[in-house]
């Protein structure tokens, strides 16, 4: 992602693009390693010294070009930036984050000067100088936008809900592709978490567990859970989009797994949460950074406006948590309709599974349930020997025998449920290839959890239509008749 700043230096107007020279410094800083292998700067530090060049002098006045990452070589840093040791502002900030800027600027000279092979001189700020960074006081007078400054966004809080195999993680993928297309990038920026009966607040927040070292034969620490790394990360680089991915939001109790978060989902104009909360637990875990410690000393924790919520929601499982509306209120709710048109081309082919002796047509021309869609599908050129037109053809007679029940007087629950029906993916291309391996898995489920009660389809117990039609070889297409 390219990080654009546009300004006036010398007379002229100019972007600024620092992504590429931020990335190689940061690069060069991880790969800085002891003698027996350990990370000379660790990956807060380097957070820290990454954001100090970016941002932490933007209340210089006399500096033109505030983020220090435009200059790319040693003398131009130098001769731009050589006063600024002297000004009282920039002494002021650097005090205030603990040398972390003058640091920073040192690191950075080293590498323009050196290049990406050299090795990085032992340069710390104070937090960083031993593992415990003792108990400093927050100072009222202390300048909390230096550490950390919002930039609004519009954050997304979604969830793709519809049928099995309708394509919600596939709209997942295409949404955060398009924010990240490259894929090592994209890793650093998303969270993947998948909700089930067991999954715990602890699970996904973060909780006290006990730890075994052999300095301390038990203490007890802070864990933090996927939802806590990446909402530490977010606040750690506020330009950046995060991602957390909850797939099968409904098979996990929500409303418990969020917990005291439930209050966060509410969103300000600017993104962030309008309303925070005192978590004593997150702030001690994000204030262990010194980077983050004026933040959060009080505990209080809110969700900044680049952090992202996507979550993907099976309407088809019966038997698992609802989700209330409270909760629905809170999130964008995008419906995934059934389209074999984004199926690829070789899920779209003819194969072996679906053969048989006699013409679609013919299969179909005395049908009273699928009669007509055929006719239509066959007009279209769409009535083929494959994976959609079989799909096709199923759920038009869950709406057809819908449609009877109904003039019968049938009740609500009495009908098939409409997320029963087949999405594309709910198969996967392998699947197509072997008659056993679908005939197990789609037509025992339409016949269980489909046509179990319909008085046209599906008729005869289960062991006979898996003797006709997945060991004797008739043709899968009549049991659609």
């Known amino acids: 992602m390219r990080i654009g700043l546009k300004v006036t230096y010398k007379g002229k107007n100019m972007e600024i693009v620092t992504t590429e020279i931020e990335r190689a410094f940061r690069s060069w800083l991880k790969a800085q390693l002891y003698g027996d292998g350990m990370r000379v700067f660790?990956?807060?530090?380097?957070?820290a010294y990454a954001y100090a060049l970016r941002s932490s002098c933007e209340k210089v006045e006399q500096l033109s070009v505030k983020n220090l990452f435009y200059?790319?070589?040693?003398?131009?840093?130098?001769?731009?930036?050589?006063?600024?040791?002297?000004?009282?502002?920039?002494?002021?900030?650097?005090?205030?984050?603990?040398?972390t800027l003058s640091a920073a600027v040192k690191l950075y000279d080293h590498y323009l000067m050196n290049g990406n092979d050299s090795t990085a001189p032992e340069v710390h700020a104070a937090f960083y100088l031993s593992g415990d960074s003792g108990d400093i006081a927050r100072k009222e007078t202390s300048p909390v936008e230096f550490y950390y400054r919002e930039i609004p966004m519009k954050p997304i809080q979604r969830v793709y809900y519809g049928a099995p195999g309708t394509g919600k993680s596939y709209s997942v993928r295409k949404l955060l592709e398009a924010e990240y297309p490259d894929n090592a990038e994209l890793r650093t920026h998303?969270?993947?978490?998948?909700?089930?009966?067991?999954?715990?607040?602890g699970d996904f927040v973060g909780a006290i567990k006990p730890l075994i070292s052999l300095e301390r034969p038990l203490d007890y620490v802070f864990v933090a859970g996927p939802f806590a790394e990446l909402l530490k990360a977010a606040f750690l680089n506020p330009e950046e989009k995060y991602y957390l991915i909850i797939e099968e939001i409904n098979r996990g109790y929500a409303p418990a797994i969020f917990g005291d978060i439930f209050q966060l989902l509410d969103r300000g104009p600017g993104g962030k949460s309008e309303y925070a909360i005192v978590n004593r637990d997150l702030g001690a875990y994000f204030s262990r950074d010194p980077w983050m410690k004026n933040i959060f000393y009080d505990g209080m924790v809110w969700l900044p406006s680049n952090f992202n919520i996507i979550a993907t929601m099976n309407?088809?499982?019966?038997?698992?948590?609802?989700?209330?509306?409270?909760f629905k209120r809170r999130f964008e709710l995008v419906y995934v309709p059934i389209d074999f048109e984004i199926l690829p081309e070789d899920m779209k082919k003819e194969r072996a599974v679906f053969y048989g002796a006699r013409p679609l047509t013919e299969v179909?021309?005395?049908?009273?349930?699928?009669?007509e869609f055929a006719r239509r599908l066959a007009a279209r050129g769409m009535l083929k020997r494959n994976w959609g037109t079989f799909a096709s053809l199923v759920n038009n007679a869950i709406d057809a025998e819908n449609l009877e029940g109904k003039k019968m007087g049938k009740p609500h629950n009495a009908l098939i449920a409409e997320n029963k029906k087949l999405g594309p993916f709910f198969v996967r291309p392998e699947e197509l290839d072997n008659a056993d391996v679908f005939f197990n898995k789609v037509i025992f489920y339409l016949k269980q959890d489909v046509f179990c009660d319909s008085p046209g389809l599906f008729t005869g117990s289960f062991e006979d239509i898996y003797e006709k039609y997945g060991k004797g070889g008739s043709d899968i297409f009549e049991l659609l008749v």
């Open 315 to 326: 309407t088809a499982d019966e038997n698992i948590f609802v989700m209330d509306t409270a």
């Open 71 to 99: 200059y790319r070589t040693a003398e131009d840093l130098e001769r731009e930036t050589g006063w600024l040791k002297l000004d009282p502002v920039y002494q002021e900030i650097d005090k205030a984050g603990n040398g």
């Open 42 to 47: 660790t990956d807060n530090e380097i957070s």
């Open 190 to 201: 998303i969270k993947r978490v998948i909700f089930h009966p067991a999954y715990t607040y």
């Open 364 to 371: 179909f021309e005395n049908s009273g349930i699928n009669g």
